[in-house]
Structure formats: structure tokens, C-alpha cells
């Protein structure tokens, strides 16, 4: 009977051990946050001026996209000139496009605020005031003069300007009181996501990506109306927070913003894609690229292109493939090989 006795214990013993071993397999990678920021760009030059010349970001690299990658995975024809440029501080890259195919229209042009897609990327700036003045007489436009508040959600003082770069790409500038440098700029602070529902971008973070959720509440009414471009509505605004391991540096915090009021894709609209100038997808870098395919593919996510080979100078030959995420948005998922 005692031996019975254990051996049953051993086997519900081995059984909880596989069934652990099969919940800890099935947990999603946990990625290390957004690696590359994709930005088409009509013409590269210019892109360089506004992020060099006022942003101070330096060119890391510069190469050649062959067509055949170009057309698997971004869907456009023809060879694609790039630069890749960064901060001091963040690892997380801006790497712009220009196509061989020109674009006739921005990302953004004809959309809301509230419509579903990558808003802008943040920086902490220096003398907010002297970088208005600086872009305004450079021929940059904003969606408003530098603006205080003191946030809700951390007590802070700061002020805040929304840029219009080349192509249309928001630039948000960001002063926060009781931190100070001596560059015009120190780091990007996040990336913005609008979506439908927090709900649908937790499910893509957290689901697809392993990301932590660790910021979510709503915004004070009238708050930062003026910077998002709806004050004088009464549209509310819910925010989060995603971060991943940090594993590859110090990644760009994202930020998502769930609007009251509804609105529509501007990738599935065809605002938001590689033809158009502007922001359109996020790269993260991944272990194991058919292990993520395979959670999206489970969870709806579509592919955009093909899977194929490219090479990024500074980041090397990558395994890649563009998901529609969460409303339709365009991620870059990529494997170093």
C-alpha cells in the first residue's frame, strides 16, 4: 500500500512537472521593446536635415535595399536607399526609407487624432521655446506653441509641442522641469499607438509580444487636448504603458492612447503603409521568429508581405516578415541569422 502510496505521488509529481513545463513553453517570448522605428521618407536628405541638424541623432548607417526585399517584404518596386540614426541614450533606431517608388500623399494626411495607428515618437527636450522658434523659422509647422501642464499620473511639471517633420511625421517635444542636460535633446521618451480598445492592445502586447502592461488609466479631461489636437471636443482619453525586457539597450517606452470616440484603421484605409511618407511599422527583434508567427497566426494576426532576407548595417542579416497587429497596424518582426 505505501508503495502504492508513492508511487502515485511520483506520478502526480511528473504530471505537475509536465503540465508547469507545458504552461512555462507556452508563454509568449517576452520581447526586449521597439527595436526600429520604420519611416518612409520621400526624400532621405531631408529626413537627415530635420534629425541631425535640429534633433542631433546621428547617422549609425547608410546602405542599399535590393529589390527583391523590397517587394516581398515591403511591397514596393524597385531597389530603396536608407539611413539608420540614433541618440545617445536610447538603442531603439529610426531608420529611414526612401523607395524607388515616390510617395504622392503622408501616413497621416486626411486622418484624426483618434484614428487607429502610430501617432508620433516623443523627445525630451532642452529649451522648448528655442526649438519652436528653431523649426517655425526653418518652415516646420505645430500643432500648437509650447504648452505647461503638470501630468496627473506622475505630478510632474513639463511643456509640450507637437512638430510636423518631413513628410508629415509628429514629432512631440518634451520639457520636463526637474531634469536637466546640456544637449537639445536627451531621449526618446515613447512611441504613441492609438487604438480601438486598451483591451485589443494588451491581447497584441501581452499575447503576441510578452510585454508588461504597467500603466493604464484614464486622462484627465482637457489636460493635453491642445497637444493631441482635440481641445474643444469632448472626446476622453485613455492611456498605457508597454515595456518589454530592455534586453537590447534602453528601448523607447510605448504609449498607447484609447480615444472615446471611434475611428478607422489608417493602415487597412491605406493611409498608413510603406507607399505613403510618414511612420508606418515598428520593428522588434525576436528569438524565435516562427515561434511569434505562430502565436499570431492563433490569435488573427495576418502577415503583409512575404517572409524574406534582407540586411540592415548595424543591425546585420535578418529573418523578417510584416504582421497587421492590432487594427491593422504594420509590425516588423525580425530573427538575426
Given at each position: 500500500m505505501?508503495?502504492?502510496?508513492?508511487?502515485?505521488?511520483?506520478?502526480?509529481?511528473?504530471?505537475?512537472?509536465i503540465?508547469g513545463?507545458?504552461a512555462?513553453?507556452?508563454?509568449?517570448?517576452?520581447?526586449s521593446?521597439?527595436?526600429?522605428?520604420?519611416?518612409?521618407?520621400s526624400?532621405?536628405?531631408?529626413?537627415l536635415n530635420f534629425?541631425?541638424?535640429?534633433m542631433?541623432?546621428?547617422?549609425?548607417?547608410?546602405?542599399?535595399l535590393?529589390a527583391?526585399?523590397?517587394k516581398?517584404?515591403?511591397?514596393?518596386?524597385?531597389?530603396?536607399?536608407?539611413?539608420?540614426?540614433?541618440?545617445?541614450?536610447?538603442?531603439?533606431k529610426?531608420?529611414?526609407?526612401?523607395?524607388?517608388?515616390?510617395?504622392?500623399?503622408?501616413?497621416?494626411?486626411?486622418y484624426?487624432?483618434w484614428?487607429?495607428?502610430?501617432?508620433?515618437?516623443?523627445?525630451?527636450?532642452?529649451?522648448?521655446?528655442?526649438?519652436?522658434?528653431?523649426?517655425?523659422?526653418?518652415?516646420?509647422?505645430?500643432?500648437?506653441?509650447?504648452?505647461?501642464?503638470?501630468?496627473?499620473?506622475?505630478?510632474?511639471?513639463?511643456?509640450?509641442?507637437?512638430a510636423?517633420g518631413?513628410?508629415?511625421v509628429?514629432?512631440?517635444?518634451?520639457?520636463?522641469?526637474?531634469?536637466?542636460?546640456?544637449?537639445k535633446?536627451?531621449?526618446?521618451?515613447?512611441?504613441v499607438?492609438?487604438?480601438?480598445?486598451?483591451?485589443?492592445?494588451?491581447?497584441?502586447?501581452?499575447g503576441?509580444m510578452?510585454m508588461?502592461?504597467?500603466?493604464?488609466?484614464?486622462?484627465?479631461?482637457?489636460?493635453v487636448?491642445?497637444?493631441?489636437?482635440i481641445?474643444?471636443?469632448?472626446?476622453?482619453?485613455?492611456?498605457?504603458?508597454?515595456?518589454?525586457?530592455?534586453e537590447?539597450?534602453?528601448?523607447?517606452?510605448?504609449?498607447?492612447?484609447?480615444?472615446s470616440?471611434?475611428?478607422?484603421?489608417m493602415?487597412?484605409?491605406?493611409?498608413?503603409v510603406?507607399?505613403?511618407?510618414?511612420?508606418?511599422?515598428?520593428?522588434f527583434?525576436t528569438?524565435?521568429?516562427?515561434?511569434?508567427?505562430?502565436?499570431?497566426?492563433?490569435?488573427?494576426?495576418?502577415?503583409?508581405?512575404?517572409?524574406?532576407?534582407?540586411?540592415?548595417e548595424?543591425?546585420?542579416?535578418?529573418?523578417t516578415?510584416?504582421?497587421k497587429?492590432?487594427?491593422?497596424?504594420?509590425?516588423?518582426f525580425?530573427?538575426?541569422?
Amino acid at each position: 500500500m505505501k508503495l502504492l502510496k508513492r508511487l502515485g505521488l511520483l506520478t502526480l509529481c511528473l504530471m505537475l512537472g509536465i503540465c508547469g513545463a507545458a504552461a512555462e513553453e507556452a508563454a509568449p517570448e517576452k520581447l526586449s521593446g521597439i527595436d526600429m522605428i520604420l519611416i518612409s521618407a520621400s526624400d532621405l536628405e531631408d529626413s537627415l536635415n530635420f534629425f541631425v541638424n535640429h534633433m542631433e541623432l546621428n547617422v549609425v548607417a547608410r546602405g542599399t535595399l535590393d529589390a527583391q526585399a523590397c517587394k516581398a517584404i515591403y511591397g514596393m518596386e524597385g531597389e530603396a536607399q536608407y539611413a539608420v540614426v540614433m541618440n545617445n541614450v536610447n538603442c531603439t533606431k529610426l531608420v529611414f526609407i526612401e523607395f524607388a517608388q515616390k510617395p504622392t500623399k503622408t501616413t497621416r494626411d486626411g486622418y484624426h487624432a483618434w484614428d487607429y495607428g502610430y501617432f508620433d515618437v516623443a523627445w525630451r527636450c532642452n529649451d522648448i521655446d528655442a526649438i519652436y522658434e528653431e523649426l517655425t523659422a526653418d518652415g516646420y509647422s505645430f500643432e500648437c506653441e509650447p504648452f505647461s501642464y503638470t501630468t496627473s499620473w506622475s505630478g510632474n511639471a513639463v511643456a509640450e509641442c507637437v512638430a510636423y517633420g518631413p513628410d508629415g511625421v509628429p514629432t512631440t517635444m518634451i520639457l520636463k522641469t526637474n531634469q536637466e542636460f546640456d544637449t537639445k535633446f536627451y531621449n526618446m521618451v515613447d512611441a504613441v499607438l492609438v487604438v480601438d480598445s486598451m483591451e485589443s492592445a494588451v491581447d497584441f502586447y501581452t499575447g503576441v509580444m510578452g510585454m508588461d502592461l504597467i500603466y493604464d488609466e484614464p486622462v484627465e479631461k482637457g489636460l493635453v487636448d491642445r497637444v493631441l489636437g482635440i481641445e474643444g471636443t469632448d472626446i476622453t482619453v485613455r492611456m498605457g504603458y508597454f515595456q518589454g525586457t530592455g534586453e537590447n539597450g534602453k528601448s523607447t517606452l510605448i504609449e498607447i492612447l484609447d480615444y472615446s470616440e471611434d475611428g478607422v484603421s489608417m493602415t487597412e484605409t491605406g493611409g498608413s503603409v510603406p507607399s505613403n511618407g510618414g511612420m508606418f511599422a515598428h520593428a522588434f527583434e525576436t528569438k524565435d521568429l516562427d515561434a511569434l508567427l505562430a502565436r499570431c497566426a492563433e490569435k488573427g494576426y495576418e502577415t503583409y508581405g512575404e517572409r524574406a532576407t534582407m540586411t540592415l548595417e548595424t543591425v546585420g542579416t535578418i529573418d523578417t516578415v510584416i504582421v497587421k497587429g492590432v487594427n491593422g497596424t504594420l509590425y516588423q518582426f525580425y530573427q538575426v541569422k
